[in-house]
């Protein structure tokens, strides 16, 4: 997934941006400010997030419509765009346990890194 930079979102009241041409996109799965966890990959594979945008264009090309802009959880703290609407980029979160078959190493996975301690 791809950063997005905070000050591509900012908009100039007197230009509104107008969707691209042709079909609307399909219905999303989630809304701004639902819960999130987003496969960043790297060291952190999965990570938390809030759904900071839906059906956002892409500042790089105007005729792309991103499904979603998601705010990461520190320590990762950033924007990034999620290219697709599929379960093996972004789902909801939820709460994993021992019931869940794997739920205890996704909690482990995102859960925020611990600062080293300080000697």
Request: with cysteine; hydrophobic share 30%.
């Amino acid at each position: 997934m791809a950063s997005l930079d905070d000050r591509s979102r900012s908009r100039s009241p007197e230009r509104p941006v107008s969707p691209p041409p042709g079909p609307p996109p399909p219905p999303r799965r989630f809304r701004r400010g639902d819960r999130v966890v987003c496969q960043i990959g790297g060291k952190v594979g999965w990570a938390p997030g809030t759904i900071n945008a839906v059906d956002e264009l892409n500042p790089s090309d105007p005729t792309e419509v991103l499904p979603y802009v998601v705010k990461v959880d520190p320590p990762v703290g950033r924007l990034i765009i999620v290219p697709f609407d599929a379960n093996a980029v972004c789902r909801a979160e939820i709460c994993f346990g021992e019931s869940v078959s794997g739920g205890e190493g996704m909690a482990v996975r995102c859960a925020p890194a611990r600062e080293p301690k300080r000697p």
